[in-house]
């Protein structure tokens, strides 16, 4: 394991979608095998009519000092993982694809 990330899941910006400052950020923190927090990952808020009337999301990626170029696109590949797990609905029943 190269990297561990880690989310509070008791974070405001979870459960609520107003531009409060304890809301409009969301944080996953990149860490060490050991534990040691080395960069972090969040979810910024884009404000009211980008989050009402479209499906985008903001994130902020703040890279380890140390991490490879693989590293990189890994932690990449994280933040878009972090998006379809929290923060995409899931599709329709009805919906075939």
């Given amino acids: 394991m190269v990297y561990k990330i880690s989310g509070d899941c008791c974070q405001w910006g979870l ?10 950020k969301i944080l996953f923190t990149i860490k060490t095998p050991e534990g040691e927090p080395v960069g972090e990952i969040f979810k910024i808020y ?7 009337f479209t499906d985008t ?4 990626c703040v890279f380890p000092e140390r991490a490879s170029p ?17 923060f995409e609905s899931s599709p329709s029943q009805n919906n075939p694809m």
């Avoid at 999301?57 to 902020?60: G, Q, V």
């Avoid at 693989?70 to 929290?86: C, G, P, W």
């Fill in 70 to 86: 693989e590293d990189k696109a890994l932690l990449l590949a994280s933040v878009l993982f972090i998006d379809f797990r929290y």
């Fill in 15 to 24: 459960f609520c979608n107003c531009p409060c400052d304890k809301c409009a």
């Fill in 46 to 52: 884009s404000g009211v009519m980008k989050e009402m």
């Fill in 57 to 60: 999301d903001n994130f902020c």
